[in-house]
């Protein structure tokens, strides 16, 4: 394995226990927890001129805080997604900044991408010659993308309701994909099936390999630098499995113990009304989650009623002392619409679960007016094209 000098192997969030990252390439051999990177920061000569100085735009520009050697990555050159203002929140929230994340500018427009290259290359790495992963849709393009680009098969397991752009991309991609009958459950049974028939698949899911959320660490990165090397005071993150919330609050503890950075920013979860359970179980002050009986939200993103990151998830929130806000749908699809139509800006349905979350802490007294916000899209607007206007269309728009 091409591996960074720093990587100092994987740990389980579970039992604690250490591996060899060569060795450990999916949940941990002792108790099936799910790993985490590890790095020995210590051995680590980084500046903020290292990154400043170097011409790569890709989120490879962190390579130091990323499992592999720059020469082995897979990459459509993800990342190096903008960090938009939007005076008009801040105005309303009466704060001093307001940003939105773009994740929706990645090459298979979704934050996702970060991570499919990060898996892309372990499982290349690992001599893998096929990838496998569930997906409610937007994964599963990234990840059949990523294996295309890195010459390996992918296998797809999506629910019947993924977007048809979605399933359309995965073929184009040439991929294998099994459309499942019902919702992410009976997709993620199916792949967990097909994975234990298949031993030989490399599993891509974020939390299912150490290697897929460890990507997602890269967005923060890019936020700390292009605020001048500070953490933002809050990031709302529209909030499924989990992985989003984990590795920001992972990567923001990384760069403030290298010293580049001051501080870590609050991270809050954003959810739906209609599926959150790791909402319910910071509520109700739980370490875990109990799953969502009834799922029902149309933001089909973030419709996880079982997340398997939650613990992280909830850890991540409240060790930074951030808060986690449950939207209605009707809420989210205006967080998204609203910014499309006063910014320009073009969220993805289930990220306006940011905004919406957003505005819900503002009546909370969550921010003071020096605060520095940023927002995460975590997907393209235009994939979500008929939701959207479908929420037009039922204000009589
Ligand atoms: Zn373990």
């Not at 990323?66 to 008009?88: Q, W, Y």
């Not at 709302?236 to 923001?252: N, S």
């Not at 499309?340 to 905004?355: Q, Y």
Request: with cysteine; proline share 5%; glycine share 10%.
């Amino acid at each position: 394995m091409e591996t960074n000098p720093a990587l100092a192997g994987v740990t389980c969030t579970d039992c604690d226990e250490s591996f060899d990252a060569a060795a450990a390439t999916g949940r941990c051999p002792d108790c099936g927890g799910i790993l985490d990177v590890e790095y020995d920061l210590d051995a680590l000569d980084v500046s903020r001129e290292t990154f400043e100085n170097r011409s790569e735009r890709s989120q490879w520009r962190y390579r130091e805080l990323l499992p592999f050697a720059r020469e082995a990555a897979v990459t459509t050159n993800e990342g190096g997604t903008p960090l938009v203002p939007v005076p008009e929140l801040a105005a309303e929230f009466g704060v001093e900044a307001v940003y939105v994340k773009d994740e929706g500018r990645n090459p298979t427009g979704t934050i996702d991408d970060r991570a499919q290259s990060v898996a892309a290359t372990a499982a290349r790495e690992a001599g893998a010659t096929d990838v496998a992963l569930a997906s409610t849709g937007d994964d599963g393009q990234s990840a059949a993308a990523y294996a295309a680009r890195a010459g390996l098969e992918s296998h797809t397991f999506v629910p019947t309701r993924a977007s048809f752009t979605n399933k359309a991309m995965v073929n184009v991609h040439g991929g294998d994909m099994s459309v499942v009958e019902g919702r992410i459950g009976d997709a993620d049974a199916a792949f967990a099936d097909a994975v234990a028939e298949h031993d030989d698949w490399h599993p891509v899911q974020v939390f299912s390999t150490p290697f897929a959320h460890e990507g997602l660490k890269t967005a923060y990165f890019e936020v700390a630098e292009a605020l001048d090397w500070s953490a933002p005071d809050h990031v709302v993150h529209p909030t499924g499995r989990g992985a989003g919330l984990h590795a920001i609050a992972t990567a923001a503890r990384e760069f403030a113990d290298l010293g580049l950075v001051d501080s870590v920013p609050a991270v809050h979860a954003a959810q739906a009304e209609g599926c959150a359970p790791i909402v319910r179980a910071f509520e109700e002050g739980r370490d875990g989650h109990e799953p969502w009986e009834a799922p029902d939200t149309i933001c089909g993103r973030i419709e996880i009623p079982d997340p398997t990151g939650s613990a992280l998830a909830l850890a991540a929130v409240r060790e930074t002392g951030g808060d986690a806000v449950a939207a209605p749908d009707p809420e989210i699809l205006e967080g998204a619409t609203s910014l499309a139509e006063s910014a320009g800006l073009e969220l993805g349905a289930s990220s306006g679960a940011s905004v919406a979350a957003a505005y819900a802490l503002a009546e909370r007294d969550a921010f003071a007016s020096d605060d520095v916000l940023v927002l995460v899209n975590a997907g393209a607007g235009s994939k979500d094209d008929d939701i959207l206007r479908s929420h037009l269309m039922g204000k009589g728009i």
